[in-house]
Structure formats: C-alpha cells, structure tokens
Nanobody, 123 residues
Framework: QVQLVESGGGLVQAGGSLRLSCAAS????????MAWFRQAPGKEREFVAA????????NYADSVKGRFTISRDNAKNTVYLQMNSLKPEDTAVYYC????????????????WGQGTQVTVSS
C-alpha cells in the first residue's frame, strides 16, 4: 500500500505560480511511476503530467507543456508539480497518483491516489 497526500494548492491570479507537493508513505517510493491528474467541476479527470520512477522520463499534457514541470525527490518520497503562467482554465482539484508499472496517461492504470488539492486561478 502507498498513501499519498497532496499539498500546496490555493488561490492565485492568472499568470501566477504554485508548486504542488505529493508526499508518499508506505512501500518504497522509488518503485513507482508518479503522475498528476486534475478534475474541474463538471468535467472528467484528466492527465496533467507523469514521471518515471527514476525521474529520467517525463510526459506532459499538451495543455500544460512549457508551463508545468513535474519532478521527484526519492530521498524525500515526494513528487512535485511546479505550475507557472497559470490560466483560469487550470482551475481544478489536482490529484497525484502512483503506479508500479511504467508512467502512463490513462488514469485507470494508477493504483493509488491522493485526496486532491484545490487550485483556483482567478482572471
């Protein structure tokens, strides 16, 4: 079992930045590929970014490419999402997720989920 706890969400103006953190506990963190997903009101949960267990490979949704950066610190059992140039359409609950397989964009491939953290971007 892996427990995931997100933090760092909040209210920010358009053009601003936030850094989300996801702290993991339980089984060996470095065994897992990690990802961030988000869900806006009335919409389905969507892929944002993923990172391999080593951090060597990363993948981003087109909507965030060039603005968001995913990273991880295996010594701290934490994955991060640095979000710059935020837009109102980035408003959502952001979830981190873990999988023992390779990093993927399909949310059904992820075994463990955090409770989410709210990000609100005002115009």
């Amino acid at each position: 079992q892996v427990q995931l706890v997100e933090s760092g969400g909040g209210l920010v103006q358009a053009g601003g930045s936030l850094r989300l953190s996801c702290a993991a506990s339980g089984r060996t963190f470095s065994w897992y590929a990690m990802a961030w997903f988000r869900q806006a009101p009335g919409k389905e949960r969507e892929f944002v970014a993923a990172i391999s267990w080593s951090g060597a490979s990363k993948n981003y949704a087109d909507s965030v490419k060039g603005r968001f950066t995913i990273s991880r610190d295996n010594a701290k059992n934490t994955v991060y999402l640095q979000m710059n140039s935020l837009k109102p359409e980035d408003t959502a609950v952001y979830y981190c997720a873990a999988t023992q397989g390779p990093m993927r964009v399909d949310l059904t491939e992820y075994d463990y989920w955090g409770q989410g953290t709210q990000v609100t971007v005002s115009s």
